[in-house]
């Protein structure tokens, strides 16, 4: 049987040709979210229209097929359907079918809830594609409601004390989450412009953020500010006087995460499955080969090591801090 996908330099569908996820243009390419590490300015990209939305917000109006939730799309003589991946607004998981066997590639994802995306769908495949991003046995993340106390009441202590509390944040995805989740709890939010235009087109499909504003260059009392690394140092010379800093991620189960950052607290709350979950997902998938991608050696190990066909696609990568 030809195989359904290979490997250069990114992942291909074989026939017909389409990149997946792939850095560099394209002719055609399926774009799973619109982080910057999964984007590229192609002649034609294949999303979700949330995710065409945040594309065009960040490359520019381009071309874009907008593939929706669940609906098939006949793309050569394969079928191709989205999947939500619960990551972020709009991230997709995409499920290939060429009438002889079925191919899951999942992108990012994570299997539990979010205040902002909707929530992972996991069809069932011959061949799964995964990302593997925290596929050491240390990150299992606590359970999701200590961690929103442990972040709320953090952030409430620091207003108590007169400070203002700062989110360095992923512009799209962690900081719409974050938003909602301190929103929610009664604390408004003020967000670096570049963020509160990407919470804009949140609103637009629907997302809504609750008590959240602009930044315009001052603290506000009582306010939460919201940035990005990327942006961390434009806030530090804007005045925001004494201040209590945050980050929120999975790379918070490592202890270390916090100094390595320059945060004062380090929260462990991800968008992507930890390890618990993608052993949860290889078992519901119930695929009999299985590729592991954006994470350690060591996950196809213990994949292996609990009777799994499992293979590594790519080299692992370097730890993402956010």
Known sequence: MDAMFYDDDGLFLTRPRLAIDVRRRQPRAFVSHA?????????????????????????????????PYRVPIEFGDLQLVAYPSGHCLGSAMLLVDNGNQRLLYTGDFKLGESATAERCELPQADILIMESTFGIPRYRMPPREETIGQLVSLVLQA??????????????????EVTRILTDHGIPVLQHPEIFAISQIYET?????????????????????????????GFRVAGLGPTTTFTVTGWAMDARTKYRLGVDHAIPLSDHADFNELFDTVGQVGAR??????????????????????????????????
């Open 205 to 233: 499909c629907g997302v809504l953020l609750g008590n959240y504003a602009r930044y315009e260059g001052r603290p506000l009392q009582g306010h939460a500010v919201v940035t990005s690394p990327m942006q961390s140092k």
């Open 159 to 176: 207003l108590d004390d007169g400070r203002t509390p700062v989110l360095h944040l992923y512009a799209l995805g962690k900081s719409q």
């Open 35 to 67: 982080h910057a590490d999964h984007i590229a300015r192609h002649a034609l990209a294949f999303c979700t229209p949330a995710t065409a939305r945040f594309y065009q917000h960040r490359l520019g109006r381009r071309p874009v097929f907008k593939m």
């Open 289 to 322: 080969e299985i590729y592991c991608t954006h994470g350690p050696y060591e996950f196809v190990e213990h994949l292996r090591d609990a009777g799994f066909n499992a293979h590594a696609l790519q080299k692992p990568r370097q730890e993402r801090l956010f």
